[in-house]
């Protein structure tokens, strides 16, 4: 049982019939949208499109306590229809078992081959259509009937929702606490930005070098599996810039820690980043800057100090030289607000609202730029 299926059966729906609807909903999606065009990705003049649950979170924050640094409650939403609509409920809950069928597919993908190195051989984007998830289906909204997805020039993203990560972390916390399930990448749309002089880039603010797992103590980092979601979609890191200021030492970095199939990528700098915006350990200001258009970037912020990556975030919303948004293809960030769920794990670095967290995501979607919450 997958973790979408497992929240579903303690709801007060019935799993068995719930989840015969979403597959059912989702075999039908698929005849819908298998037209093998591209007319599912976003038009050129379309910056961000919101799917109508994230549109009701945008509109009801202060109705439902989200503005309260009392540590509210998100997962009550999930339990008890009345706390926003019976039909917003049942939204939720349904969109819970698109993401099982998602998350699903995702895992039984068959990793491809670098796509890059195709569109250089080809100079075609053809190749494009084996980052599909389903040979026979060429829209990513077959996975998420409705208008469940949101629309950016990255392609389709998930929408921004309660609890900010995985909705599994409701019934099993630490269980769920780094699952990465609930984010949507279309993988297909950004394969097609690629140019054949393309770079791609990872910039990692917060970073761990835990390539491997060690049990409970030291599991797999998520930005380790992120790095190896996109490569099992044919995007190979020419770059990946990783910021931590905890102190290691040289030898453990590269003897031990670092594993031989980056050693040709991986730039460890060993020192933090900074929320002055010309400084050169803003990575923002002397690494992203120094690409283009045309290269793939992605940006991953976590570094558990309020006072600089808010800073950092809303230098990206503020955008004094509009250009970030042209650059940034997607970027990942924990905001620790005041939330009742992940209160016992960040403690005292929680400092704004969850009203503060989905204004700030939000508005960097709508600036142009494809804003996930970071588990």
Known sequence: MHHGSEYLMINTYE????MSKVYETYARSALEYSNDDDSHLPSHGEVYVPSSLEQYFIKNLDNLGYDSV?????CNIYKDPNITTPSIHAQLIEYSGFLDTYENATKNFEPIPDLLKEIQTSNSHDVCKTARLDPNIDDIRAFFP?????????????PLLPPMRHHGICTNVRAHLFDMNY??????????????????ILIDMGASLL???????????????????????????DHI?????????????????????????????NVGVTKNKKGKLNPLHSIVKQYSE??????KLDIDTASIEVSLAHQLLQDKDNVYHKLIDQFYFEHHVHQKELAPFWKLSMEGTIKDSFKLFHGLRKKGIPTHFWP
């Open 211 to 237: 390539f491997h797992a060690a049990g409970d103590v030291a599991p797999v980092q998520p930005v380790v599996n992120l790095i190896n979601l996109y490569k099992k979609f044919g995007f190979h890191f």
């Open 183 to 200: 984010l949507v990448h279309d993988f297909e749309a950004m394969c097609r930005k690629l140019k054949p002089t393309s770079k791609r």
């Open 70 to 74: 009392d540590d509210p409650d998100t």
């Open 241 to 269: 810039y990783g910021f931590e200021v905890t102190p290691f030492e040289a030898e453990k970095v590269y003897k031990k820690l670092l594993t031989k199939e980056y050693m040709a990528s991986y730039h460890w700098i």
């Open 294 to 299: 045309d290269d793939l970037i992605i940006v």
């Open 146 to 158: 409705g208008n469940n997805l949101c629309s950016t020039q990255s392609g389709f993203i998930e």
């Open 15 to 18: 799993s068995d019939s719930v």
